[in-house]
């Protein structure tokens, strides 16, 4: 079975510049989170839908942040315009369920410094 | 809201040892505890996940332990290995989330 994918791996930007992650869930999961992980901290959530609905978006600065799943497949983050503290991993995890009592599967994660 | 804390912050030490990890959480009412290991540049692999009502789980050499009411977890890792170098992390499950703790970062020396 085919894991959680994502890209790019590693991304440099300057800063005010715009960046977008790619995350394809495994195969069937209705769920999909986008965790942000800065150095030295443990992930924190962004954004979790259910197919392609937001179910929680409470942690996901909207003035600079956006994400997306059409089809209730593959989702897309944005950041526009990026600030310095963007500077993090973002993961994509998925799960079969809706709840996060359900175990969820995490991407290898996209490396973005902003400089 | 819910805080996760995670003791030491790093940990190193010779290949045999047994050794424990640490993670507390300040709201009792949590769903379950997991625990994940992180490997440099790749994601989380969960490795054990302990049901409000358990006490604890096992898998393999790893055991972990829940205490809710004193808000305590422990992962106890036996006959380390050169390999289970890694950061572990616990997170607390919510109703909608999961709370990670900023993960102890192991080193087994060969």
């Known amino acids: 079975e085919a894991g959680v994918a994502q890209s790019p791996r590693y991304k440099i930007i300057e800063k005010r510049q715009s960046v977008a992650f790619w995350c394809n869930p495994i195969?069937?999961?209705?769920?999909l989170y986008w965790y942000q992980q800065i150095l030295g901290q443990g992930p924190k959530l962004l954004i979790q839908?259910?197919?392609?609905?937001?179910?929680?978006d409470s942690q996901l600065p909207k003035d600079r942040f956006s994400a997306e799943r059409l089809k209730g497949v593959d989702s897309t983050l944005k950041i526009q315009p990026a600030k310095l503290e963007d500077s993090a991993v973002y993961l994509c995890?998925?799960?079969?369920?809706?709840?996060?009592?359900?175990?969820?599967?995490f991407g290898p994660g996209t490396r973005l410094t902003v400089l | 809201k819910q805080e996760v804390t995670q003791i030491p912050a790093a940990l190193s030490v010779p290949e045999g040892e047994n050794l424990v990890l640490n993670c507390s959480f300040t709201?009792?009412?949590?769903?379950?505890l997991q625990w994940f290991r992180q490997d440099p540049g790749k994601g989380l692999t969960s490795l054990l996940l302990?049901?409000?009502?358990?006490r604890e789980q096992t898998s393999g050499r790893l055991n972990a332990s829940l205490d809710k009411s004193s808000g305590r977890s422990t992962l106890y890792i036996a006959a380390s290995q050169p390999g289970d170098s890694a950061t572990y992390l616990c997170?607390?499950?919510?109703?909608?989330?999961?709370?990670f703790g900023t993960g102890t970062r192991l080193t087994v020396i060969p």
């Open positions: 995890a998925s799960s079969s369920q809706t709840r996060s009592t359900d175990t969820q599967y």
């Open positions: 195969s069937g999961h209705a769920t």
């Open positions: 839908f259910q197919n392609n609905g937001v179910v929680d």
């Open positions: 709201d009792s009412a949590i769903y379950n």
């Open positions: 302990i049901q409000s009502s358990q």
């Open positions: 997170a607390a499950t919510g109703a909608n989330n999961l709370f």
